[in-house]
């Protein structure tokens, strides 16, 4: 893909991410809701759109995990109304890390270094929610199992950087989607278990649509 369109596109993609988190701000749900999804299948789009003429089994897998991000995160709109529609959100933002995790041990190895991470990003979300005294739900057992496999994904993502010589741009890009996205689902839990601040609530946003385009990208780079 031409440097200009890509600058293009990041471009149009970040004015959608702010006036999103003014919708937000505004609790104008509808509005805000089709913008993130407008953002959701940008994201999709482009990664489907790059599996595509790479036409690998491997990386339409992969694509697959970022469409289902699209209806997660229509139903994640519901965190706060509706807990069904909530838990269904997080049954896809599930699979959309189990496809990811599966494309990944489908080309890479495994490695030492990605338990050794996958440990730590689990202290660091225990610490967070201890500290922070998260009242979690009745959703806190499915909670459980998406956020073991959100942390998995993001282990494997980051020990790329460091198991593959002289990593390429691509793997940078997705060391750097998985940690941000990591850290996008700390700023939500605040949000939604211990400080219900709207700045949290718009860190994650950002870190979150932010992520999911550098996940995206890693294919966009391959072409």
């Known amino acids: 893909m031409p440097m200009v369109a890509i600058i293009v596109f990041v471009t149009v993609y970040a004015a959608m991410l702010a006036y999103y988190c003014v919708l937000e701000k505004q609790e104008k749900f509808w509005p805000a809701t089709i913008i993130k999804l407008i953002l959701s299948a940008c994201a999709a789009g482009v990664c489907v759109f790059s599996a595509i003429i790479l036409n690998s089994y491997v990386f339409y897998i992969f694509a697959l995990g970022l469409v289902?991000?699209?209806?997660?995160?229509?139903?994640?709109?519901?965190?706060?109304?509706d807990l069904m529609k909530y838990r269904i959100g997080i049954s896809?933002?599930?699979?959309?890390?189990i496809c990811i995790i599966v494309s990944f041990y489908l080309i890479y190895t495994v490695t030492f270094y990605e338990f050794v991470?996958?440990?730590?990003?689990?202290?660091?979300?225990?610490?967070?929610?201890?500290?922070?005294?998260?009242?979690?739900?009745?959703?806190?057992?499915?909670?459980?199992?998406?956020?073991?496999?959100?942390?998995?994904?993001?282990?494997?993502?980051?020990?790329?950087s460091f198991t593959i010589p002289n990593p390429d741009t691509f793997i940078i890009m997705l060391s750097l989607g998985g940690l941000i996205f990591f850290i996008s689902d700390l700023f939500l839990g605040i949000w939604a278990y211990s400080r219900e601040k709207f700045v949290y609530l718009a860190l994650n946003r950002i870190t979150y649509f932010s992520g999911l385009l550098l996940l995206a990208f890693y294919l966009v780079m391959l072409l």
Not at 72 to 80: H, M, N, P, T
Not at 92 to 97: I, K, N, T, W
Not at 130 to 146: A, D, F, H, M, V
């Open 68 to 81: 289902c991000a699209v209806p997660a995160d229509y139903f994640l709109q519901y965190i706060k109304t």
């Open 92 to 97: 896809l933002f599930g699979l959309m890390h």
């Open 117 to 160: 991470i996958f440990a730590l990003l689990i202290g660091i979300s225990l610490a967070f929610q201890i500290i922070g005294k998260w009242k979690i739900g009745p959703e806190k057992n499915q909670l459980t199992i998406y956020t073991a496999l959100v942390l998995f994904m993001v282990a494997k993502a980051i020990s790329l």
